[in-house]
């Protein structure tokens, strides 16, 4: 029988983040996402800061919790470093999520079990990684719940056949689905061996596919094997210079030669770079870095051209030796084939916008970007040519109060004052419970000075905005009113004011 073994570094994100911001292990550190502790360190949790807790909360039981946002690609980046050293140790390593990796157990080669997992916990700590647990178990779900309860750098083997047996006392929360867990313990159910004992057609019937396989892991029925990772080749490149350059133009010239090398080198393993890190070195050091994405993927041009807006941006202050282009995120060559009619007119597009940035700054050249929000101009954010859209509001979210399909077709860059009144001409409006105080039966749209018959309205899709914050707090009403010319309008009402946000055209 196949033996897995788990290997878990808790609180990665924290772990990673604080690398990356080269902060002192003792200090209290919170990651957030969401505006929510993501993550927490040792010393913040001694504080009382949890996971899930809102950050005014955090920070009022640990005032000097430092704060930072969950970046996930500084967590993959950083666990590259620990998957490399396992691999040294013991090929065909599967990466669950940062943090968190599976393998088979290289028993025989290290001389048992134990053996093999002290190994590897004293090759991670050599890299700084001391807190590294192992969990060694028939099966990959028993194995990562044996290593969440090993101590630090230590492991916990679950003797072979015995998985259901370990898995049995343990609380019913280890199941990764709050919504079944949080009705498994309505219906009393506490442990492992509770939700075990229940016939397995009856939780497929009641809980489908996800529920069907959680039932056979708390089993210890597990028959996943692992997906074996195939380690990234060495595709980053460098470019020397001796003597060391000074002007931007001339390092942009001497670097296209590296530039071709290493989009060649990505496309001869079939992958395309979509996110690049320029690193800038003077004398050995480095003196300027930034990480760069591209809509499509990155050209020599498009490394050339980033190479020297980089430097005129932030011109370095000595000359410099050396243009590192590092790959941070690559995806297969496949997914960006140009279509049977080639990819020539947007090429012309992309080359073109590209020297009007030259000309006029990377900032300077915008398209527009369609992100969640409740109001139309909430909607729209503005992204550099060339750039991905990063940090954008998620689209897939219900965002209580906004409005229906379609959307507006202009949307006013500052609303224009408006007024709906009712039958007797009295103004309309919302009250607090959100609650029309009469029918509208006039209105005047932007650009008119007379009342017009209103024909069809819609609403009112009421909002209350930033309640906590007196200063910033909005309570708005929205209402879509169509005119008996046709005419059809994306109105709002406010403190009893009547205002246009947009025209559906």
Not at 56 to 78: I, N, Y
Request: with cysteine; charged share 25%; proline share 8%.
């Amino acid at each position: 029988m196949a033996r897995f073994m788990v290997l878990w570094c808790p609180d990665w994100p924290v772990v990673a983040a604080m690398n990356d911001e080269d902060l002192p292990a003792h200090m209290p550190v919170a990651v957030f996402a969401k505006g929510q502790v993501f993550a927490c360190s040792a010393a913040a949790r001694r504080d009382g800061v949890r996971r899930d807790m809102r950050q005014r909360d955090a920070q009022s039981r640990c005032p000097d919790l430092v704060v930072l946002d969950h970046r996930p690609d500084v967590d993959a980046r950083a666990f590259e470093a620990v998957l490399a050293a396992v691999e040294a140790l013991s090929p065909g390593v599967s990466p669950i999520r940062p943090g968190l990796c599976a393998l088979r157990v290289p028993a025989r080669f290290y001389g048992g079990e134990a053996e093999a997992a002290a190994v590897i916990a004293e090759r991670l700590v050599e890299l700084g990684m001391w807190d590294c647990r192992a969990g060694i178990a028939d099966g990959i779900f028993a194995a990562e719940q044996a290593a969440r309860r090993a101590a630090p750098q230590d492991s916990l083997v679950v003797p072979a056949g015995e998985s259901a047996q370990f898995l049995a006392a343990l609380p019913i929360e280890i199941v990764d689905d709050p919504a079944m867990v949080s009705l498994l313990r309505r219906m009393g159910i506490r442990t492992i061996s509770d939700f075990a004992a229940l016939p397995a057609r009856d939780v497929h019937m009641r809980f489908g596919n996800l529920g069907a396989t959680m039932h056979r892991l708390a089993r210890g029925v597990e028959v996943a094997d692992i997906s074996r990772r195939t380690p990234p080749p060495d595709i980053e490149r460098h470019s020397d210079f001796e003597p060391p350059l000074a002007n931007a133009e001339s390092i942009a010239f001497s670097l296209r030669r590296c530039s071709e090398e290493f989009v060649a080198g990505l496309a001869g393993v079939g992958l395309v770079c979509t996110t690049l890190r320029i690193e800038v070195e003077c004398e050995g050091s480095v003196v300027g870095l930034r990480t760069w994405l591209h809509p499509r993927w990155f050209s020599p041009t498009d490394c050339v051209d980033r190479v020297r807006w980089q430097l005129q941006a932030d011109p370095a202050r000595e000359p410099v030796s050396r243009v590192r282009l590092v790959p941070e995120t690559v995806e297969p060559l496949a997914n960006h084939a140009d279509t049977l009619w080639g990819s020539g007119p947007a090429e012309r597009i992309d080359r073109g916008l590209a020297r009007v940035q030259s000309m006029v700054g990377h900032e300077a050249v915008v398209s527009p970007v369609v992100q969640g929000g409740r109001g139309p101009a909430d909607r729209q954010a503005w992204v550099p040519w060339g750039d991905k859209a990063v940090a954008l509001r998620p689209r897939g979210l219900p965002w209580p109060g906004s409005i229906p399909e379609p959307a507006p077709a202009t949307v006013f860059a500052e609303p224009q004052e408006a007024l709906v009144v009712g039958a007797e001409g009295q103004v309309i409006g919302v009250s607090g419970r959100g609650v029309v105080t009469g029918e509208p039966m006039r209105f005047r749209a932007p650009g008119s000075d007379r009342m017009q018959p209103v024909a069809a309205w819609a609403g009112p899709w009421p909002i209350d905005e930033l309640w906590w914050d007196e200063a910033a707090a909005r309570r708005i009403a929205r209402f879509q009113v169509v005119g008996v010319d046709g005419s059809a309008w994306l109105m709002m009402v406010e403190d009893g004011r009547w205002w246009t946000e947009a025209r559906y055209d």
